[in-house]
């Protein structure tokens, strides 16, 4: 099946999905590592709170796109990417 370059203009970006997902990592990794750090399981609390790093560092990761604009979060009428031309080969930027 050839593409035409029409598929992706139904497709929309899970970032606010992955925001919230990546927020609630945050808050169950901080959460963890302070439980398990006043256990006196230091192992676990380390484990927990590079857990929550990865978080923020996502969290931070994904506002960014959020803010960047359709290039990462195209609407209705934008499509991601130029539509390949009816003659079957691609236009080259100018």
Not at 12 to 22: F, H, N, Y
Not at 23 to 41: E, K, P, T
Not at 64 to 93: E, F, K, L, M
């Amino acid at each position: 099946m050839r593409r035409t370059g029409f598929e992706p203009t139904q497709a929309r970006s899970p970032l606010r999905l992955r925001l919230g997902l990546a927020v609630c990592g945050l808050f169950w990794g901080i959460a963890a590592a302070v439980g398990f750090a006043f256990y006196s399981q230091p192992g676990w609390a380390a484990f927990c709170a590079a857990i929550a790093a990865l978080a923020a560092a996502d969290c931070v990761i994904v506002i960014r796109h959020i803010r960047q604009g359709p290039h990462y979060q195209p609407g209705r009428g934008i499509p991601p990417y130029r539509p390949v031309d009816g003659s079957g080969r691609r236009q080259r930027p100018r």
